[in-house]
C-alpha cells in the first residue's frame, strides 16, 4: 500500500512542490527548447520539398529575384542586370540580407531560401529570448515571448529585419555595461549584414542615439555603446553603399520611377487606431489580444505603486515601452494626415518617397518585449507584495502571487494570442497542406507557383538562346520565367528608371484609357511594370483553373517589340490575336503548374518596329 496522509494517499506532487518546478525553470536554461520548436516548424518542409507553402506577395514574386540576380552576378562587379526591364541596376534589385546571397549562388533557390529562413528564425527566438532574459531575469517569460514572436507569419526574404530590433537592444544593454563586447559586437555587423537599411536599419541607428544621448546626460561615461554604434553604422553604409552615393553624390545614372509615385492620405485616427490593433502587412504582428491584458497588468502595477507612494524602476520601464509603441501609431497617423501626405507628394527624389513612419517594423518585437517586460512587475515579487496587504485579503493576494497562480495567468492571459499565431503561422499553413493538398486549402505552392517543368516546355517550344530575345506576361508573374533563366520585358522593382517606365506605359496606354482604376495603380506607382488591361484590371495570378479569355485586348504590340519582347506568356486565350500582330505557337500547362500558358510570338506590325536585342537596351 502506498504512503498515506491522515488517511488519504498522498499526491505524487504537491502545489509547493510544482511551484518549486516553475521556480526552477524560470532559471533553467530554456533557450534550448528552440531545438525542439524550430525540428516542429521545419518538419513539414523536409515532408513536402517543392511542394511547400510559402507566401508569394512580395517573397516568391519579387524579392526572392533580388537574391538570385544578385547571387547569379556575385564578385563579377556587374552593375547592370540584363534579364528583367530592359536592364535594370544592381541598386534597383538590392537584397535584404547580403550576407545570404552565397546561399543563392551555390544552392538551389529553395534550399537557399530554407537556410535563410532557418537562420532568421533561430534569430528570431535566441534574440527575443536573451533580450527579455535580460530585462525580466525569467526564463519562463523569455520563452514565451521568444516562442511566439519566432513563430509569427514575417517575411523571411527581408531577413532579419522584422527581428533585429531585439538584438539590437540586447547588444546596446551589454555594451552599456561593458560585457559580451566582443559578441555583441559581431552581432551588430551581422545586423547589419542581415537587415534592410530603408526598413529597419535608420529606426534602430536613430533609437541608439537616443540612448547615447542619454548617456550623455545622465554623465556617465561608456565608450562601448558609441563604437557599438559605429560598427553598425559602417555595416549599413558598406552595405548600402551604391544607395548612398545615388543620394548623396547624384551617381544613380537615371531618374527612377519612384518619381512619379503618389502616397495616398488616411483619416489620422483611423490610422493611428488601425495599426495600433492590427499591425501592417509586411509587419504581422498578431498582438491585439496582447493589449487588454498589457493594460490590466499595467493598472494593476499602478495601483500597487500608488498604496506603496513608490514608482519602480520596472513599471517606469512598461509605462515607457507601452507608451512608444502608442507613440509609434501616433506618428504613423501622422506621416498619413491629409497635410504631410501632400507635402511628400509635392516633393521630388528622397522627401518624396522615403517611407519614414516605417518605425511599425519595431511592432513586432515590441509587442513581445512589452508584455514580457508587464508580467515581470508582478511575475517575481507576486501580487502581495505589489500591495502589502494584511488579513483575509492579504492571503488571498499571496495566493494569486504564488509561481502556480502566476504561471496559470500567464498561460490564460495568452491563449488568444497563440490561437491567433497557430492559425497564421507558415506551420499551420504547410501541415494543412499535408493534411488536405491545394484542392482544399488553395495554397499555391513552390512547385506550382514557379513551374519549373512548364518553363522548359516554354523554352523548348521557342528553341532560342533565352538571352537573345525577351517575352512578357498577361495576367501572370514574370517571377516563374525570371527564375527560370528568360529575359523579360515586364518585372517587378521598387526602384528602376522612369524612362523605361514610359516606354513600357505606350504598350498598354489604350487599355489603361478604359480602366481608371488600373490606370492610377500603374501611373502612381508603377513598381509592378506589368501589361495592365481593361480585361483582367491589375491581376497577375490568374491560373490555369480560371478560364480566362481575352476579347478584345488593345494592346501596342509595336512599342512591345521595340522593347525587345518577341514572345508574349498569356495566362488565357486572346481571341483577336492576329489582328494585334500576335502568332500562336501553343498553349502549354502541366499537371504540377499553377498556370496555363498561350504562347504567342509577337511580329513587327509596322516598318520601324525592328528587334532590339537584349544587350543592346540601356538605361536612359
Not at 56 to 73: F, N, R, W
Not at 499 to 517: G, T
Request: glycine share 10%.
Amino acid at each position: 500500500m502506498g504512503e498515506k496522509t491522515q488517511g488519504r494517499l498522498r499526491p505524487p506532487f504537491s502545489l509547493k512542490d510544482i511551484s518549486r518546478l516553475i521556480l526552477w525553470l524560470d532559471g533553467a536554461p530554456l533557450y534550448l527548447l528552440g531545438i525542439v520548436l524550430a525540428a516542429v516548424n521545419f518538419a513539414p518542409y523536409f515532408i513536402l520539398g517543392e511542394g511547400c507553402i510559402i507566401p508569394t506577395h512580395d517573397q516568391l514574386d519579387e524579392t526572392i529575384l533580388s537574391y538570385v540576380l544578385s547571387a547569379k552576378y556575385l564578385g563579377t562587379g556587374t552593375t547592370l542586370f540584363p534579364e528583367m526591364l530592359g536592364g535594370i541596376r544592381a541598386s534597383g534589385l538590392q537584397p535584404s540580407a547580403v550576407l545570404f546571397l552565397p546561399l543563392y549562388r551555390f544552392l538551389p533557390v529553395l534550399n537557399a531560401f530554407l537556410i535563410q529562413y532557418g537562420i532568421v528564425f533561430a534569430g528570431s527566438f535566441l534574440g527575443m529570448y536573451f533580450c527579455v532574459r535580460k530585462l525580466t531575469s525569467s526564463s519562463i517569460l523569455s520563452l514565451a515571448s521568444a516562442g511566439c514572436f519566432c513563430m509569427l507569419p514575417y517575411q523571411p526574404v527581408y531577413g532579419m529585419t522584422v527581428a533585429a530590433a531585439p538584438i539590437a537592444l540586447w547588444c546596446f544593454l551589454c555594451l552599456k555595461e561593458g560585457r559580451r563586447i566582443v559578441l555583441s559586437l559581431v552581432l551588430l555587423v551581422f545586423l547589419g549584414l542581415t537587415s534592410h537599411l530603408v526598413l529597419i536599419g535608420y529606426v534602430l541607428l536613430g533609437f541608439w542615439a537616443l540612448g547615447l544621448l542619454s548617456l550623455l546626460f545622465s554623465g556617465k561615461k561608456r565608450l562601448w555603446p558609441w563604437i557599438g554604434f559605429g560598427v553598425l553604422l559602417v555595416a549599413y553604409i558598406l552595405v548600402n553603399r551604391a544607395l548612398f552615393g545615388e543620394l548623396l553624390l547624384g551617381n544613380g545614372g537615371y531618374v527612377s520611377h519612384r518619381e512619379e509615385m503618389v502616397t495616398y492620405a488616411l483619416p489620422f485616427w483611423d490610422a493611428v487606431r488601425d495599426l495600433f490593433l492590427q499591425g501592417t502587412m509586411h509587419t504581422e504582428s498578431l498582438h491585439r489580444y496582447l493589449i487588454l491584458p498589457i493594460l490590466l497588468l499595467l493598472s494593476v502595477s499602478a495601483a500597487g505603486c500608488i498604496r506603496r507612494k513608490k514608482i519602480t524602476p520596472g513599471f517606469i520601464q512598461a509605462l515607457l515601452g507601452f507608451l512608444l509603441l502608442v507613440g509609434i501609431a501616433v506618428f504613423y497617423g501622422f506621416c498619413k494626415w491629409e497635410p504631410v501626405v501632400a507635402f511628400k507628394n509635392s516633393c521630388s527624389g528622397f522627401l518624396r518617397y522615403f517611407q519614414v513612419e516605417r518605425f511599425y517594423y519595431l511592432y513586432p518585437s515590441g509587442w513581445y518585449v512589452e508584455f514580457a517586460v508587464c508580467c515581470s512587475l508582478f511575475w517575481r515579487a507576486g501580487a502581495s507584495s505589489l500591495f502589502q496587504e494584511s488579513g483575509l485579503r492579504g492571503r488571498l493576494l499571496s495566493l494569486a502571487g504564488q509561481p502556480i497562480t502566476r504561471f496559470l495567468l500567464l498561460c490564460l492571459l495568452m491563449i488568444p494570442t497563440l490561437r491567433e499565431i497557430k492559425t497564421h503561422s507558415y506551420l499551420y499553413m504547410n501541415v494543412n497542406q499535408i493534411n488536405n493538398g491545394s484542392g482544399i486549402t488553395g495554397y499555391i505552392s513552390w512547385e506550382s507557383f514557379y513551374s519549373e517543368d512548364l518553363m522548359a516546355e516554354l523554352e523548348q517550344a521557342i528553341g532560342r538562346d533565352m538571352s537573345t530575345y525577351r517575352v512578357a506576361h498577361l495576367g501572370m508573374s514574370p517571377a516563374p520565367a525570371l527564375l527560370h533563366g528568360f529575359y523579360t520585358a515586364d518585372g517587378y522593382s521598387n526602384n528602376y528608371p522612369l524612362a523605361y517606365k514610359h516606354r513600357f506605359r505606350q504598350v498598354i496606354a489604350r487599355e489603361l484609357s478604359k480602366n481608371e482604376a488600373t490606370r492610377l495603380y500603374f501611373d502612381e506607382w508603377g513598381s509592378r511594370c506589368y501589361l495592365f488591361n481593361a480585361s483582367s484590371g491589375t491581376a497577375w495570378m490568374l491560373g490555369k483553373n480560371q478560364n480566362i479569355v481575352y476579347e478584345h485586348l488593345d494592346l501596342d504590340t509595336g512599342a512591345l517589340r521595340d522593347l525587345g519582347c518577341e514572345y508574349l506568356f498569356s495566362c488565357g486565350e486572346i481571341r483577336n490575336a492576329q489582328e494585334l500582330g500576335l502568332s500562336l505557337m501553343g498553349c502549354y500547362e502541366t499537371e504540377s503548374s499553377y498556370w496555363r500558358v498561350w504562347l504567342y510570338q509577337v511580329s513587327a506590325l509596322a516598318e520601324g518596329h525592328q528587334k532590339i536585342p537584349p544587350s543592346s537596351i540601356t538605361l536612359k
